[in-house]
């Protein structure tokens, strides 16, 4: 088994990183945390580059790729620190009309997790609650990828003007967040949902290791620049370690998510998801040390990247979850 990336897979993600570097640069991101509302031009964008049918086949209109090539992508966007429920519109694009063209935004949330939450609620066109499906990302201890559709979970569709909510207090001030209080589940859609949230999962790790990879190239592009006692602080030894271990778990966090992406694995998923998140919240953690006191302030982007780890931290199989999912495996 190759993990190593085609040439194809390193045009898609350079490609990736280009577009997102021209459209969703450093001036629009700290544009969009005093105004979090999503850009619907740049989803459009977004949609007519393939964004969010890049796992459609290619006589539904879409481009073709699979899984692992959909990790690199959100990579990227979570090395950029792109906002939206990105990871629902790539999984729903084939389930809900307008979502691959970018013409529609849609969410997903977990109903067995409390509470019940719902990014970006103002920008949505419609929430997909699901629920059932859960443990193991919808498999059993096994790491078998199973998962029966319409038997072990399912999900409905709404609009928002039939959603009950609450506004809740966001940890990440690039993601409003509601508090869904009731959702009528009268619209029920086809969706294998053991398999969506395991995805869901893998993909939200990609993310997660994008940003992980972004703290470590601003702490060591700090390291470089920043000088004390006329030398760069790069050069003391305890940033070197602390830059050293950021590299690491960032590492060790892909190649999970790589492989997790190939073999499909529902622990493999879980050990990724585990790891990325690590790193992710590791790495950001560390980040503010290398940068010192300018890391604890608004105007360096390091404590972005915590928050929005924080927040991706718990959806889709939390730490405590993750773990208690792979010492059931190790025992079965």
């Known amino acids: ?32 945390v005093d105004d979090p509302a999503l850009d619907r031009v740049l989803w459009r964008e977004l949609g ?33 620190l792109l906002p939206g429920p990105l990871v629902a519109c790539l999984l729903l694009a084939g389930a809900v009309d307008g979502v691959a063209a970018g013409e529609k935004i849609v969410a997903l ?72 209080m009731d959702l009528p589940r009268t619209a029920p859609l086809a969706l294998d949902v053991p398999r969506l949230r395991r995805e869901a999962a893998l993909l939200t790790a990609a993310q997660q290791v994008g940003s992980a990879a972004r703290t470590v190239e601003m702490a060591v592009g700090h390291a470089r ?25 960032t590492e060790i966090a892909r190649t999970a998510v790589y492989a997790a992406a190939i073999t499909e694995g529902v622990l493999d998923v879980t050990a990724a998801k585990l790891l990325a998140d690590e790193a992710a919240v590791g790495n950001a953690r560390d980040g503010l040390q290398v940068h010192g006191g300018m890391g604890f302030t608004w ?22 979850e993750a773990e208690e999912l792979l010492a059931a495996g190790l025992l079965a």
């Open 48 to 80: 007519a580059a393939g964004f969010f049918a890049l796992r459609l086949p290619e006589r539904a209109g879409g481009v073709g790729l699979g899984l692992p090539d959909a990790v690199l992508v959100l990579e990227e966007a979570g090395r950029a």
């Open 1 to 32: 088994m190759d993990f190593q990336l085609t040439d194809e897979q390193r045009a898609l993600r350079d490609g990736t990183r280009e577009l997102l570097a021209g459209r969703f640069g450093r001036e629009r991101l700290r544009a969009a």
């Open 225 to 249: 620049e920043r000088e004390q006692f006329g030398v760069p602080i790069g050069s003391f030894q305890a940033i070197k370690h602390l830059c050293a271990q950021m590299l690491v778990r």
């Open 299 to 320: 105007e360096v982007d390091v404590h972005l990247h915590l928050k929005r780890a924080w927040l991706r931290a718990e959806r889709w199989e939390a730490a405590r």
């Open 109 to 180: 949330c977990e109903a067995e997790r409390e509470p019940v939450l719902w990014e970006h609620p103002a920008d949505c066109d419609e929430l997909i609650l699901v629920e059932g499906g859960a443990g193991a990302c919808g498999g059993g201890p096994g790491g078998a990828a199973g998962g029966a559709q319409g038997r072990t979970g399912g999900a409905f569709r709404s609009t928002p003007d039939r959603i009950a909510r609450a506004p809740f207090a966001s940890v990440d001030p690039l993601t409003p967040l509601a508090r869904v």
